[in-house]
């Protein structure tokens, strides 16, 4: 991936993909299912990155979903103050992912998307408001996710890892912005046993069909076959 880039273009699924998984051999039969990926910069940002940028591309064709997106995010301010967040945190994110969802609308393609992925300021508002957005459900939601964090207290646990750029994902804040946002994704991981990819299914609500993934802390974005739709093996999340 060039170095440069935030997002990749999409590439198909080849001989070299099958490589750097580490063990072809082990992954060729189960990588036919999908047909392209695209390499996100691991700067520690990206599964969040990854996660934004396919869901708003699952949304591009579709006015009235797109629509239902950015209502949830404006709905999303009385989450973070609910939290304690002060407005001045977050209006400034907000506004940005928000300018990036009208111009989306106004051309709705995939060029525009990926250039306003791949510039650093305007990709990074959008991952820091995720990031504080995933905070506030979790906060707002202690008497579950407090169960689940090796740290002090939930508190010092969102602000430690979930609220600073640069820190990586783990299962809890991946399930907390999947109930936030309402989506559902599949998580595919290379690391699994049995000569097999193990398939995470992450059901946050309504029906998706993002897939991330995952090796070594690092996520990037599949694309499956239009006609291979159904993962073989599957693990709820």
């Not at 820091?128 to 202690?142: G, K, V, W």
């Amino acid at each position: 991936m060039d170095e440069s880039k935030l997002i990749s273009p999409k590439e198909s699924i080849s001989a070299q993909f099958l490589e750097e998984t580490g063990a072809p051999n082990k992954f060729q039969d189960n990588c036919h299912e999908f047909e392209c990926i695209r390499r996100v910069k691991g700067d520690g940002n990206c599964f969040y990155r990854a996660l934004c940028f396919q869901l708003l591309e699952s949304l591009l064709s579709n006015e009235s979903d797109m629509q239902r997106f950015k209502d949830k995010l404006i709905r999303g301010q009385q989450e973070l103050l609910t939290a304690g967040f002060d407005e001045s945190t977050f209006k400034d994110f907000l506004s940005t992912f928000l300018s990036v969802l009208d111009q989306l609308e106004a051309d709705g393609c995939e060029e525009t998307l990926l250039g306003l992925f791949n510039d650093q300021a305007t990709s990074d508002s959008m991952v820091r408001y995720l990031r504080l957005f995933t905070s506030a459900h979790l906060q707002n939601h202690a008497d579950f996710f407090q169960h689940f964090v090796e740290a002090p207290n939930l508190k010092v646990y969102c602000t430690q890892e979930v609220e600073a750029m640069g820190m990586e994902s783990d299962h809890v804040e991946i399930l907390a912005l999947s109930q936030a946002l309402d989506i559902s994704l599949c998580i595919i991981s290379v690391e699994g046993s049995d000569g097999h990819l193990v398939y995470h299914n992450i059901t946050g609500g309504s029906s998706s069909s993002l897939y991330l993934l995952y090796k070594t802390f690092h996520y990037d974005i599949l694309y499956k076959h239009r006609d291979n739709q159904q993962p073989s093996f599957q693990e709820d999340f």
